[in-house]
Nanobody
Framework: QVQLVESGGGLVQPGGSLRLSCAAS????????MGWYRQAPGNRRELVAT???????DYADFVKGRFTVSRDNAKSMVYLQMNSLKPDDTAVYYC???????????????WGQGTQVTVSS
């Protein structure tokens, strides 16, 4: 079983910064895409940012210019640098990966357990 483990969440004041990390482990042949989604109370889980193996990125409109997603492919890790945080950024942030577990297999979606980010004064 593939596991994604997030870290780096916590409490931060508006305008502050946090850096989230996610490590993937288990049976991994290759990671096609890796990144972050979030879910606030009462809301649906939504895209934050992802980065493909090609280097291309997808960002939600509400984080463009504030958040940066990066990857360390050798370590199967993805990071999310969050700057200029707003109270509306408060949510559980989930690591996401689309990957193959072995050569020739389909690309499966995997999710971490989530890490809480709270932005409050």
């Amino acid at each position: 079983q593939v596991q994604l483990v997030e870290s780096g969440g916590g409490l931060v004041q508006p305008g502050g910064s946090l850096r989230l990390s996610c490590a993937a482990s288990g049976s991994i042949f290759g990671i096609y895409s890796m990144g972050w989604y979030r879910q606030a109370p009462g809301n649906r889980r939504e895209l934050v940012a992802t980065k493909a193996a090609s280097g291309s990125t997808d960002y939600a409109d509400f984080v463009k210019g504030r958040f940066t997603v990066s990857r360390d492919n050798a370590k199967s890790m993805v990071y999310l640098q969050m700057n200029s945080l707003k109270p509306d950024d408060t949510a559980v942030y989930y690591c996401y990966a689309k990957l193959r577990t072995e050569l020739g297999s389909p690309r499966y979606d995997f999710w971490g357990q989530g890490t809480q980010v709270t932005v409050s004064s």
